[in-house]
């Protein structure tokens, strides 16, 4: 999935928060967390990083992959791997790149 259809594997859909305001009054934002404890940006440029620290201070989120427009991730049991022609970058205590092709071991 894009978007809503990728944040929703996370650990929770916080980050759906950025974009989307909580008209509903949600106050449950678990999701399916299948992809190891990770929470999911979408549409990721570089000026949210500073977002994204904000919102792991707020709501205590531990580790996000951010997923630049245009890839995606292929998760089995086994591993996350970023397929696409960019990086996809990983926020916990810190910043760092995931490589195309690149695999998380789960």
Avoid: Q
Wanted: proline residues 2%; positive net charge.
């Amino acid at each position: 999935g894009g978007s809503a259809g990728a944040i929703i594997f996370g650990r929770t859909i916080i980050p759906s928060l950025e974009a989307d305001e909580n008209k509903v009054n949600l106050t449950n934002f678990s999701a399916m967390n299948l992809m190891n404890n990770f929470d999911i940006w979408c549409h990721y440029i570089k000026k949210d990083d500073a977002t994204i620290k904000k919102f792991m201070k707020e709501y205590k989120l531990e580790k996000i992959i951010s997923l630049p427009e245009g890839i995606g991730l292929i998760v089995t049991n086994k591993k996350i791997e970023v397929i696409g022609k960019k990086s996809a970058y990983i926020f916990g205590k810190k910043k760092r790149k995931l490589n195309v092709e690149e695999r998380l071991v789960k």
